[in-house]
C-alpha cells in the first residue's frame, strides 16, 4: 500500500461520514441522543482537515450533551462506562485542544481529575456497587493522550509512569497482561474473590481479545516520546508493541487502527523503517474492512451501510476508523517529506475524486482476485 492508496482509503472513509453530518452537527436523521454516536467525530474530522465539521460536531456534543461541571449528559451505551468511563471525556477534550478550544477541555479535564489516583497517578472510573475502585491501561492512556495535547505534561507523564509500572507488575507477561490495577496498587488480577470481566485480562495466544488495552498504551506512549524526545516512552511503546506480536490473533482485529497510528508515530519520530512497514500492514488490515462506499463492513450491514441506517456504534466505528487512516497518512509522509493531501481536500476536489474512484476500483478488483486465488489454493488442499 503506497500514500496515495492510503489517502484514497481515508478519502472514502471521510467522505461517508462528512455526507450524514447536518449543519446543526448532528447526524441526518438521527435520533438516538446516546453520545456515543458523536464523541470521536470532532477529532476525526480535524484529523482529515475538516475544521469547518470538526467545529460543528464539537459545538453538537457541547450544547447538546457537554454539563457544565464537564460531564456528559445522555450516555447510554453500556460498553463504555462498564469498560472506560473516562474514554469519550478523553476523545472529547483531545478534540477540543486541538480545534482551539482549551476552555472546553480544560472544564473536561477538570472534571476527569476527581478520577485521577494521586498515588498510581492513573485514571480510573467509579466502580460499580461491590467492585472495588480500579485504574486501567484504556483510561489512562486515552487521560494521558488528552492532557499531553493540553499541554499538561505532569499529569501526561504520570499516566507513561503508570503504564511502566502496570507492566512491571505482569506476573505472566509471556502469555497474558492483566490490564486493571485497584486502588491499593495491586493487580485486579490477584485481588481475592474477584471475578475478572473480558476486558480486565489479555491472554495473548487466544481470540478475541481486548487488544485496545494494549495498542492505545503504545500509541499514547509513542506521541509522548515524539513530544518530549524522552527514551524511556520510546522504551516503553515497545514493549507494548511486543506483547502484540506475542499475540498473532491481534493482527486481523478491526481495532489495528491504535496499532497502525502507534507505529507511524515512531517512524516519524525515529525513521525506523521497521515502523513503517508495520503501520502499513496495520492500515491494510484495517482497510481490508472499508466498503466501496466509504462505510465500514461489519458495523452497519455488510455493505458499510447501504443496507440499513447506521447505527450507535456505526457512527462509532466510523468515524475512529477514518481518524486512524488519516492521522498513519499524515505521519508517514510528514517522516519522508511526501506530500500528504487531507481527506476532506480528496473529497472537494474533482480531478482528485476522479483518482479515489480509480482506486477504488483497482482495490476491487485486487480483492477478488485474492478471493479466487485462496479459492484455487483451498481447491488443491481439499
Not at 497474558?176 to 486502588?183: K, N
Request: hydrophobic share 40%.
Amino acid at each position: 500500500m503506497n500514500y496515495r492508496l492510503l489517502n484514497g482509503h481515508a478519502a472514502a472513509s471521510y467522505g461517508w461520514i462528512r455526507s450524514r453530518l447536518g449543519e446543526d452537527g448532528q447526524w441526518r436523521a438521527y435520533t438516538d441522543r446516546d453520545i456515543s454516536a458523536y464523541f470521536k467525530a470532532p477529532w476525526s474530522f480535524f484529523a482529515a482537515g475538516d475544521r469547518t465539521a470538526a467545529e460543528l460536531s464539537l459545538a453538537h456534543i457541547e450544547r447538546n450533551y457537554l454539563r457544565p461541571d464537564g460531564d456528559f449528559e445522555h450516555i447510554v451505551s453500556s460498553h463504555l462506562m462498564e469498560r472506560h468511563p473516562l474514554y469519550l471525556h478523553a476523545h472529547v477534550a483531545i478534540a477540543a485542544s486541538l480545534i482551539g478550544r482549551p476552555n472546553v477541555a480544560d472544564r473536561i479535564l477538570d472534571f476527569t481529575a476527581r478520577h485521577r489516583h494521586a498515588g498510581l497517578e492513573a485514571w480510573g472510573g467509579l466502580a460499580a456497587a461491590g467492585e472495588l475502585p480500579h485504574c486501567d491501561a484504556v483510561s489512562t492512556s486515552t487521560m494521558g493522550l488528552a492532557c499531553l495535547e493540553s499541554g499538561r505534561m505532569e499529569e501526561a507523564n504520570g499516566a507513561g509512569r503508570f503504564l511502566g509500572r502496570l507492566l512491571d507488575m505482569q506476573p505472566r507477561p509471556d502469555t497474558e497482561f492483566s490490564t486493571t490495577l485497584l486502588g491499593s496498587g495491586e493487580l485486579l488480577s490477584g485481588a481475592p474473590g474477584v471475578e475478572l470481566r473480558p476486558h480486565q485480562r489479555v491472554t495473548l495466544r487466544a481470540r478475541s481479545q481486548a487488544w485496545w488495552s494494549l495498542r492505545f498504551p503504545a500509541a499514547f506512549l509513542a506521541r509522548l516520546f515524539e513530544h518530549s524526545g524522552d527514551p524511556q516512552w520510546l522504551a516503553l511503546a515497545q514493549r507494548y508493541l511486543y506483547l502484540l506480536d506475542r499475540a498473532p490473533q491481534s493482527t486481523h482485529d478491526m481495532s489495528c487502527g491504535k496499532t497502525a497510528w502507534a507505529c507511524a508515530v515512531l517512524y516519524r519520530a525515529t525513521g525506523d523503517p521497521a515502523y513503517r512497514g508495520r503501520a502499513l500492514q496495520a492500515a491494510r488490515t484495517l482497510v481490508s474492512h472499508l466498503a466501496a462506499n466509504g462505510g465500514w463492513c461489519g458495523c452497519m450491514g455488510g455493505d458499510g451501510g447501504t443496507a440499513q441506517a447506521p447505527t450507535v456504534i456505526g457512527y462509532e466505528i466510523s468515524t475512529e476508523f477514518a481518524m486512524w487512516l488519516a492521522l498513519v497518512g499524515e505521519a508517514l509522509a510528514a517522516r519522508e517529506g511526501v506530500a500528504w493531501t487531507a481527506p476532506a481536500r480528496w473529497a472537494g476536489d474533482t480531478s482528485l475524486s476522479q483518482s479515489l474512484r480509480q482506486l477504488q476500483r483497482i482495490c476491487l478488483l485486487k480483492r477478488r482476485t485474492a478471493v479466487l486465488r485462496w479459492r484455487r489454493v483451498m481447491a488443491r488442499v481439499l
